[in-house]
């Protein structure tokens, strides 16, 4: 891991991917304050965590204190209704080699962990699909919000109308993002996340 300072009172932490971030996150949130050190924020992304509001100096002999290990979904259960109704939902069956069905069935049968947000506010990676799908070649224009999506390793659910690359398998009406809600994110990294079927 290397440890890069940002400012006076800031830190990012380089690791190996995205679960790994989110292991380390969960690790000094909980952790962090027992080795003196306190951040006011942790921040995990693709591969880095920024902390926030620390002395950059002890960190790299605090990090000498964590043992690693999978990032695990410390946080709530939430279920998301979903309507597989997607355009790529024949694709991505074809990718895996299987049917339209069965990719519903393996969607709905896993616990995925948010491990980072990013892109746009309410826009979470969850982690623990079993298998991969690549992005499109070409991203689309315009991806409605509340759309289901795949790529890679990853689902995502679009919080609002953007442009996206994403396989769109399915569609929900949860609320992902509200700044009158504490937290404002519906699936803050840590949140455990299983999607089931509607309709």
Avoid: K, N
């Avoid at 996150?25 to 027992?34: F, I, Q, Y």
């Avoid at 279920?79 to 049917?99: F, I, K, N, Q």
């Amino acid at each position: 891991m290397r440890v890069i300072t940002v400012g006076a009172r800031a830190c990012l932490v380089e690791v190996g991917g995205a679960v790994e971030a989110a292991s380390l996150a969960a690790w000094l949130r909980t952790s962090g304050p027992d080795h003196g050190l306190a951040p006011d924020e942790v921040v995990p992304a693709a591969t880095t965590v920024l902390l926030d509001g620390v002395d950059p100096a002890p960190v790299q002999a605090v990090l000498a204190h964590w043992a690693g290990g999978p990032a695990g979904g410390a946080g709530p259960l939430v279920r998301v209704p979903v309507t597989y109704d997607g355009p790529d939902l024949e694709a991505v069956a074809g990718h895996w080699g299987c049917s339209a069905g069965e990719v519903v069935d393996l969607h709905t049968s896993v616990e995925l962990v948010a491990v980072f947000s990013g892109f746009a506010p309410g826009f979470t990676y969850l982690s623990g699909l079993p298998r991969t799908v690549p992005r499109l070649a070409t991203p689309r224009a315009r991806v409605a919000p509340g759309s289901v999506a795949l790529a890679d390793t990853w689902c995502g659910i679009y919080p609002t109308a953007s442009p996206g690359g994403w396989q769109l398998i399915g569609s929900t009406d949860v609320v992902l993002w509200d700044a009158t809600r504490d937290p404002p994110a519906l699936l803050p990294p840590g949140a455990r996340v299983r999607f089931e079927a509607v309709g």
